[in-house]
Nanobody, 124 residues
Framework: VQLQASGGGLVQTGGSLRLSCAAS????????MGWFRQAPGKEREFVAG????????YYADSVKGRFTIARDNAKSTAYLQMNSLKPEDTAVYSC??????????????????WGKGTQVTVSS
């Protein structure tokens, strides 16, 4: 599967952005999807993950209550709605896919397919 993330940009503190991850192929529904981010000088970290059907979601503590992950299997697209953004959310955000069963969702090593990231910058 090929992934393409989009929707990043520059936003003020407290603002919102919605990221999209479009996938190629007809098997999108067989992949667990995850969003990760990498800030300058830091390691890539887990942000959110969603099960095949969308019925199960997981979030990093740092974004819980502010970010929402979703997917539309008919459109082969995953989303990350980001609200109440903070300067510390500034990073390159990437989407990823895995077929590992059972998935941990947060383990970066489980993800086999990665899309090119999209920059999110939150100004103070």
């Amino acid at each position: 599967v090929q992934l393409q993330a989009s929707g990043g940009g520059l936003v003020q503190t407290g603002g919102s952005l919605r990221l999209s991850c479009a996938a190629s192929g007809r098997t999108f529904g067989s992949y667990v999807m995850g969003w990760f981010r990498q800030a300058p000088g830091k390691e890539r970290e887990f942000v959110a993950g969603i099960s095949w059907s969308g019925g199960t979601t997981y979030y990093a503590d740092s974004v819980k209550g502010r970010f929402t992950i979703a997917r539309d299997n008919a459109k082969s697209t995953a989303y990350l709605q980001m609200n109440s953004l903070k300067p510390e959310d500034t990073a390159v955000y990437s989407c990823a896919a895995t077929r590992v069963v059972p998935p941990s969702y947060y383990n970066i090593d489980e993800y086999d397919y990665w899309g090119k990231g999209t920059q999110v910058t939150v100004s103070s």
